[in-house]
């Protein structure tokens, strides 16, 4: 039973890595083999020609993937900040409507982020008129959202809801105040969390299509993401390099921080005490 069940998870593996290969054999076409009929996986003759295309002649590829960058960046410390410190205070402060502003938190995330979209635009429309400030069409309209998404909130405070309150309390009988004990006590402790907490935003992020489409009108502020739509159809030629350049962040980071991505899920507060 057990050999049958580890056949059918690297079964299903492959079919997840099946578009990933296809794409990375792919880069490696040159544009002949490329525009011939059938699905190719191995190259007739290994070559760099996609790669080399989008360094000399697709200078704007990269300013889109450092529009990316910036976008995705921003949304991981705000948050950060917005997450951490919420967090804190649900699990382990009492004031008045704690718990009915955190169902709130939690209605919040179980709504589609699209059904939000239309919201948020005319939230944006009123504000611009308001403050005379400019948000659609900018970054903005994509940070904020994404700052202020409640996920982090929510994985958080689970966390620090485990860490026992008598280690709080002798820290403050210690003379520890608030802040000290938040960022000497609170923030190693769940390390692991606020790591697994940066791996899935930057992931969430990275792959923004949705909001981009409804907010950003400028084709030279869109993110990476939407500008490889524009390779596909305007040159197919080097669309595989440009899609192999755009997954090695993504790569790079859950490779890095795969073991934290997993201790974030697995591991509780307490368990450091153990």
């Known amino acids: 039973m057990k050999k049958v069940a580890l056949v059918l998870i690297i079964i299903i593996a492959f079919l997840y890595l099946i578009p990933i290969i296809y794409v990375f054999t792919n880069s490696f076409m040159d544009e002949r083999q490329l525009s011939s009929d059938g699905v190719h996986l191995i190259p007739e003759a290994f070559n760099l020609q996609q790669y080399y295309r989008i360094a000399l002649f697709k200078g704007q590829y990269f300013k889109f993937f450092l529009n990316s960058l910036k976008i995705t960046s921003i949304i991981i410390g705000g948050q950060l900040v917005f997450s951490v410190i919420p967090a804190y205070a649900f699990a382990k402060m009492r004031f008045p409507g704690r718990n009915i502003i955190f169902i709130i938190y939690v209605m919040a995330l179980l709504l589609p982020f699209q059904v939000t979209l239309v919201p948020n635009y005319l939230v944006f429309d009123k504000l611009e008129k308001m403050l005379k400030i400019q948000f659609i069409d900018t970054h903005l309209a994509l940070i904020l959202p994404g700052i202020f998404n409640t996920f982090g909130v929510f994985l958080l405070k689970q966390f620090i809801r485990e860490i026992p309150d008598e280690i709080i309390q002798a820290a403050k009988i210690d003379g520890a105040c608030d802040f000290k004990i938040f960022f000497t006590i609170i923030i190693p402790i769940i390390r692991p ?14 792959n923004i299509l949705e909001q981009a489409i409804v907010f950003i009108d400028s084709v030279e502020k869109l993110p990476l993401s939407l500008f490889l739509e524009t390779i596909y159809y305007d040159d197919f030629s080097v669309f595989y390099g440009g899609g192999v350049l755009y997954m090695i962040p993504a790569i790079i980071i859950f490779l890095r921080c795969e073991k934290y991505l997993r201790e974030g899920f697995n591991v509780g507060g307490n368990k450091q005490y153990d």
């Open 193 to 206: 969390a606020i790591l697994s907490l940066i791996v899935l935003t930057f992931i969430d992020n990275w």
